[in-house]
């Protein structure tokens, strides 16, 4: 599967930005949704993961409250609204796919990154 993540930015702290990540193919509903993030220097972290019919999320403790993520699986799209963004909320974004695990530590595919810059 291919993903295409979009809908990154520049956004004031409080404000609130919705990124979306198309995938192609026709077996988009057979795989876990994921989203992580990554800071330069750091390591990429585990953000949000839904599973394949939407049934269950889960968050990272640091989203909790704040973000959503949500799929349409007719559109072959995973989308992460972000709500209440704070500085430490700036990162690049990356979804990803996998085919077993719906708590995806090392997805099997990953889509490129989508910029999110939240200001003080």
């Known amino acids: 599967v291919q993903l295409q993540a979009s809908g990154g930015g520049l956004v004031q702290a409080g404000g609130s930005l919705r990124l979306s990540c198309a995938a192609s193919?026709?077996?988009?509903?057979?795989?876990?949704m994921g989203w992580f993030r990554q800071v330069p220097g750091k390591e990429r972290e585990f953000v949000a993961a839904?599973?394949?019919?939407?049934?269950?999320?889960s968050y990272a403790d640091s989203v909790k409250g704040r973000f959503t993520i949500s799929r349409d699986n007719a559109k072959n799209t995973v989308y992460l609204q972000l709500n209440s963004l704070k500085p430490e909320d700036t990162a690049v974004y990356y979804c990803a796919a996998d085919n077993d695990h719906f708590l995806m530590t090392t997805p099997e595919y990953w889509g490129q990154g989508t910029q999110v810059t939240v200001s003080s």
């Open positions: 193919g026709r077996t988009f509903s057979s795989y876990h």
């Open positions: 839904i599973s394949r019919g939407g049934g269950s999320t």
